[in-house]
């Protein structure tokens, strides 16, 4: 597979487990990065080629994506690296795919859907934990109710970060939260509802928060009304709605720097044994207009083992032409069980356990 798949942003937490991961399925995909010493380290120790570049230069950029059959970015946040390499890839013909969950980014992305088809390229991303479990779940859920209006997602098990998982944590922290209603996306305040939720170990509190699936479920199922939660301590709602006013200080780049600075420092990402103990859990549910309501669940392992699994399975798909021009989310190429065929992963119907309670703060 050398000089068919490049892995920019190879040398960060989930870019080093998504290289590893690849050449432990016997893939040689070319590593990339912007900081020589380290993507030449990695590149050596994997005996992978690589390439160092920026994305500063669009012409640059343009150039080496061009050797590519398809690019994997692995470099947040993503806010940052999408758009430089997505559109770089668009000019030369050379797929796209990343491991993103971040509204923006994928707005974004979908906006460029025509472009990709004239051109014959495929735009995927979100082939990391966020979006491929939950975009699978929001798939079936939707083949099991097709009248279905409102949908909603929740994410339980989220415990330990990367250093970018924490840096696109820090950028939402100035910015409210989000639902799509009526098919567009709203901004909503933080926690701005709290649902008490099953995830197949009783009852727990669980607040809206900004994921992807705001964005890519709608491409996924056509449901035009959507809200993504996570869940949180019992006291954790109560101060978010408390700290709402602070939100444009902590934006403000001093701020920002600072935290940044910090993550840097202090955060590595979770051991091997760590993630060996982790275990994710996803709940949805969707509802037609005449009350009809159907739920599921899905148990998976650490998000970062699943992202790499996944990242590396999408990937090779696209660079074997299996997948269609055009953006793409995880299930509108792959199908809604394209979930369940990695080791690990589970998925129950719960229609019994769905809600518990729900408050709403407007």
Request: net charge negative; proline share 6%; charged share 25%.
């Amino acid at each position: 597979m050398t000089d068919e798949l490049l892995v920019y942003g190879s040398y960060g937490y989930t870019g080093a487990l998504v290289a590893q991961t690849a050449v432990d399925e016997g893939l040689s995909p070319v590593l990339a990065g912007r900081t020589a010493e380290k993507v030449e380290r990695q590149a050596t120790d994997l005996g992978l080629d690589h390439r160092v570049f920026s994305l500063q230069h669009p012409e640059v950029v343009e150039r080496q994506v061009g050797e590519f059959s398809a690019v994997l970015n692995c470099a947040g946040p993503f806010s940052k690296t999408a758009r430089p390499l997505y559109s770089a890839c668009l000019n030369a013909g050379t797929d796209y795919l990343d491991i993103t969950g971040e509204i923006d980014v994928l707005e974004a992305i979908a906006g460029r859907d025509r472009e990709a088809e004239a051109s014959d390229v495929t735009l995927l991303p979100a082939v990391g934990f966020d979006v491929v479990p939950t975009d699978c779940l929001a798939a079936y859920l939707h083949t099991e109710l097709e009248s279905a209006t409102h949908l909603a997602l929740a994410i339980d098990g989220l415990g330990t970060f990367s250093p970018g998982t924490a840096k696109s944590i820090v950028e939402g922290l100035s910015t409210p939260g989000a639902v799509r209603q009526d098919g567009q996306i709203r901004s909503v305040p933080a926690a701005w509802k709290t649902r008490r939720l099953d995830f197949g170990q009783g009852p727990k509190p669980a607040v809206t928060i900004p994921w992807g699936d705001v964005s890519s479920a709608f491409y996924t199922t056509g449901i035009p009304d959507i809200e993504t939660y996570a869940t949180v301590p019992e006291y954790a709602a109560t101060v978010m709605r408390k700290t709402r006013p602070i939100a444009p200080l902590v934006g403000s780049t001093p701020v920002q720097s600072a935290l940044k600075a910090a993550i840097d420092a202090l955060v590595s990402g979770p051991t091997a044994e760590e993630r060996a103990q982790s275990v994710s859990r996803v709940w949805g549910e969707v509802e037609d207009d005449e009350g009809n309501r159907f739920a599921a669940r899905l148990r998976t392992p650490d998000t970062y083992d699943l992202t790499a699994q996944t990242a590396v399975e999408s990937a090779r798909r696209v660079v074997a032409g299996e997948v269609g021009s055009g953006f793409q989310t995880p299930a509108s190429a792959f199908g809604p069980d394209y979930v369940l065929e990695f080791d690990g992963v589970e998925r129950e119907d719960a229609s019994e356990f769905s809600e518990v309670g729900m408050s709403v703060e407007e």
